[in-house]
């Protein structure tokens, strides 16, 4: 079965530093999303996109959050200046067709570590 | 803004018995659906419930949805070791078509 695969699996770096997490999405699928998830916590939404732009984002995805699909297969979540608080596990999600409607795949995470 | 919560928390079983998870949300859905997460991986989608149905089944699966009640339930029945994991409920965000997740409950199923 087709996945979500995302790169690092682990990611360790110290507080102001930048940081960009690497996603391939599933080939044909049209939307694309992060999520992240803090050790014992809800998963948050932070961002959705489609047809090479944000169409959704959340309160989380502030100005230190930036996405961009460089190729036609990576799918990229950038923090510009990591924070203490930035520590949580990635998910990156996408989707076949119309958003409501479909079924998410997600990757395995990427688990980031802010010292 | 929050829409789906689970309930209970956490949930510890014999195998072989039934679980039952339970959704609460607040705003008006077109759907809802129901995911698995194994320790430390992603989300699998387990099953997509429409809000003109009012259960639905898949392999051992059953999930109910009372619109009236804004409430789903999931239940697993003749539970195994290998259904240990978190179990979250998705809705559509309020205003917007985006997933929402709950917390999760929490499933321990001892051989």
């Known amino acids: 079965e087709p996945e979500v695969t995302q790169t690092p699996s682990h990611q360790v770096t110290q507080m102001g530093q930048e940081v960009i997490l690497r996603c391939v999405p599933i080939?044909?699928?049209?939307?694309f999303y992060w999520y992240r998830q803090i050790l014992g916590q809800k998963v948050e939404f932070l961002v959705s996109f489609y047809n090479n732009e944000i169409s959704e984002k959340s309160e989380i995805f502030d100005d230190q959050f930036s996405v961009e699909r460089p190729d036609g297969s990576n799918f990229t979540l950038k923090i510009r200046s990591t924070k203490l608080e930035d520590s949580a596990m990635y998910f990156c999600?996408?989707?076949?067709?119309?958003?409501?409607?479909?079924?998410?795949?997600f990757g395995s995470g990427t688990q980031l570590s802010v010292l | 803004s929050q829409q789906g919560e689970e309930d209970p928390q956490a949930l510890s079983i014999q195998e072989g018995e039934n679980a039952t998870m339970n959704c609460s949300y607040k705003?008006?859905?077109?759907?809802l659906q129901w995911y698995r997460q194994n320790s430390g991986r992603g989300l699998v989608h387990l099953i997509l419930i429409r809000s003109n149905e009012r259960e639905k089944h898949s392999g051992r699966l059953r999930v109910t949805l009372d619109t009236s009640k804004k409430s789903s339930s999931l239940l697993i029945t003749a539970s195994r070791a290998a259904d240990t994991a978190s179990y979250f409920c998705?809705?559509?965000?309020?205003?917007?078509?985006?997933?929402?997740f709950g917390k999760g409950t929490m499933l321990l199923v001892s051989p």
């Open positions: 705003t008006s859905i077109n759907n």
């Open positions: 998705a809705t559509p965000r309020s205003g917007y078509s985006t997933l929402t």
């Open positions: 080939s044909n699928h049209l939307y």
């Open positions: 999600a996408s989707s076949a067709e119309d958003r409501v409607w479909e079924k998410l795949f």
